[in-house]
Nanobody
Framework: VQLQASGGGLVQPGGSLRLSCVVF????????MGWYRQAPGKQREWVAG???????SYADSVKGRFTISRDDVKNTVYLQMNSLKPEDTDVYFC?????????WGQGTQVTVSS
C-alpha cells in the first residue's frame, strides 16, 4: 500500500488549505482512515479520522476548523483546514485510523506564518 499526501504549502494565519491523500493498493472503501501530523523531534499526533461509513472524529485542537472527508471512487481522503494557526505548522500524513499502519511516506508540509 502506498500513501501519497499533497496539498501543503505556506499560508498566513487565518488561511485555508485542502490536503489530499491518494491510497494505492488497498481496498480503500473498507478502510478507516486518519490524518496525522508531526513536527521535527516531536511525536506524531492524530488529527482526524473517518470510518468506512463516513463517521468522522477530530482532535480537540482542530475541532471546528478542520474537516475530513473521503471519495471512495478516487481512493482519496481529504483534510480541509480552515482558520489555520501557527501551531498547525507540521508535516501532515494520512494512514489507517488504527494499527497496523502502512509506510508513512513523505507527508506534506504545512507552514502557517505571516
Amino acid at each position: 500500500v502506498q500513501l501519497q499526501a499533497s496539498g501543503g504549502g505556506l499560508v498566513q494565519p487565518g488561511g485555508s488549505l485542502r490536503l489530499s491523500c491518494v491510497v494505492f493498493g488497498s481496498t480503500f472503501s473498507r478502510k478507516h482512515m486518519g490524518w496525522y501530523r508531526q513536527a521535527p523531534g516531536k511525536q506524531r499526533e492524530w488529527v482526524a479520522g473517518i470510518t468506512s461509513s463516513g463517521e468522522t472524529s477530530y482532535a480537540d485542537s482542530v475541532k471546528g476548523r478542520f474537516t475530513i472527508s473521503r471519495d471512495d471512487v478516487k481512493n482519496t481522503v481529504y483534510l480541509q483546514m480552515n482558520s489555520l494557526k501557527p501551531e498547525d505548522t507540521d508535516v501532515y500524513f494520512c494512514n489507517n485510523l488504527r494499527p497496523p499502519y502502512n509506510n508513512w511516506g513523505q507527508g506534506t508540509q504545512v507552514t502557517v506564518s505571516s
